[in-house]
């Protein structure tokens, strides 16, 4: 079984930037039916605070064949560490990944 963090490691992303991050779920064996995602500030290392809502102000995640996207990340406050969390089903099986973005000047 692969790795839940994605290959990329810790992401910058400049607090202007909007982006909407891909996740490619071939690794975990296959089309993931449904998908969905929250977002957390992890900055304080002991409390994840849930922004979702700050960060994704809009949009879902969208499945082409193996490829998750998502809504794009934005708003971001800067040094603050963000923990991307992304959930799918294939096959009855419930998978999940997260990406970390650090947001940058």
């Not at 290959?7 to 909407?20: L, M, N, T, W």
């Not at 296959?30 to 998908?35: D, N, Q």
């Not at 992890?42 to 996207?69: L, M």
Request: glycine share 10%; aromatic share 10%; proline share 5%.
């Amino acid at each position: 079984m692969p790795s839940r963090q994605v290959k990329q490691g810790r992401i910058g992303q400049g607090v202007d930037e909007k982006i909407a991050y891909t996740i490619n779920t071939t690794p975990w064996g296959g089309t993931p039916v449904v998908a969905a995602f929250k977002a957390f500030d992890i900055t304080s290392g002991r409390q994840y605070d849930d922004v979702t809502a700050i960060v994704f102000p809009s949009g879902t995640t969208s499945v082409s064949g193996d490829v998750i996207t998502l809504p794009l990340l934005q708003l971001l406050t800067l040094d603050h560490v963000y923990r991307v969390e992304v959930k799918w089903t294939f096959g009855g099986n419930t998978f999940e990944c997260f990406l970390e973005v650090l947001a940058e000047r």
